[in-house]
């Protein structure tokens, strides 16, 4: 090796080395920064963290070396810090490979990775266009919101207020009800919130395996409720872990979203008849002032907003509202199931 070349090898390691010390600097003030919002000692950190003392004073001292990503983890999860922000930071000052989107062993990924469509979304239609891979992409149409959004709105802006809720939409088919919570999640999306679907191997085995990793900043999704709140083995046990998720303080903020059709909801609400089993008490306290209904039919604001939205350019609304009954008025369950599918 040459003159030159060990100049620039000096000069890349010099970076590197730089680049490590400001990244570990920076981990340091955040969680530092943390602690002092939290009001917490050294020690009590150490005992909600569920770590030694020393690994807590270790990882706030300057000059010491960059914590471990699970150390990481656990100090972001009671200081309320965002751990993937922390993680990348703790990543680049370790040395290790580039940034991972959640940390290891904690179920979701960010909502800007979904496609919709894989949370159950059914596809509207077709764009006129071709992808890459030469098949027609999926889109959805324009949405148009209703009263149930609003409550929806409210509830999002409380968990990004730093509490968990839980909202159940309670509705028939083709009325909206998964399209309106993915619509609602969207201002977290930004702050780097995760969703998390659990349906591998199935709903109830993935939910009941993975609701303790939950972490904070997650989006429970549970389309179709019914496949884990009705399981007869362990619905109720599902709706318990469920309720142990919102209720602990070091799990805030966390939100759970779901559907439900109407057959269901007055099942698992109903009181039992003296005498009967009751098989869905844990699920009946938990689903308790957390429900939704959404209407089957569009009122005429929302009608007007679709005409409005087809006559700026939306193909698939001009398109349904041109089918019209006997009566000659367009046919809402059609524009429902178009608009909220």
């Not at 030159?4 to 390691?13: F, L």
Request: hydrophobic letters at 40%.
């Amino acid at each position: 090796m040459n003159v030159s070349e060990h100049m620039r090898v000096g000069r890349t390691v010099a970076g590197e080395e730089a680049e490590r010390k400001a990244a570990l600097n920076e981990l340091r003030i955040r969680l530092n920064d943390g602690l002092t919002r939290t009001r917490l000692t050294k020690t009590q950190l150490a005992a909600q963290a569920n770590l030694s003392r020393t690994t807590v004073y270790e990882a706030l001292k300057t000059g010491a070396s960059a914590p471990s990503a699970e150390t990481v983890f656990a100090l972001a999860r009671v200081l309320r810090l965002k751990d993937v922000e922390l993680l990348r930071l703790q990543r680049t000052a370790s040395g290790e490979a580039s940034s991972v989107a959640s940390p290891p062993q904690v179920p979701g990924k960010l909502i800007s990775d979904w496609d919709p469509h894989d949370l159950e979304i059914h596809p509207a239609g077709f764009t006129s266009g071709k992808s890459d891979s030469g098949a027609r992409p999926r889109v959805l149409p324009r949405y148009v919101t209703r009263a149930h959004d609003r409550v929806l709105a409210d509830t999002v802006r409380e968990v990004g207020e730093g509490h968990s809720r839980m909202l159940i939409l309670v509705g028939t088919s083709s009325t909206g009800k998964t399209r309106a919570c993915w619509e609602a999640v969207q201002p977290l999306a930004s702050s780097e919130w995760l969703l998390w679907h659990p349906f591998d191997p199935t709903r109830v085995e993935a939910a009941l395996s993975d609701l303790e990793c939950v972490r904070p900043h997650t989006v429970v999704w549970l389309n179709e409720a019914h496949h884990y709140l009705g399981d007869p083995r362990a619905g109720e046990q599902v709706a318990a872990a469920l309720h142990s998720l919102l209720m602990h303080p070091d799990r805030q903020p966390t939100l759970i979203l779901g559907t439900l059709w109407p057959e269901y909801a007055d099942l698992y609400t109903a009181l039992p008849t003296p005498g009967e089993a009751d098989r869905h008490s844990r699920v009946r306290e938990l689903l308790a002032g957390r429900t939704v209904t959404i209407p089957d039919t569009f009122d005429h604001r929302a009608l007007r907003t679709a005409f409005a939205l087809a006559d700026q350019g939306d193909l698939l609304l001009a398109d349904t509202l041109t089918r019209t009954g006997e009566d000659g008025r367009v046919k809402r369950k059609t524009l429902l199931g178009l608009l909220h599918s």
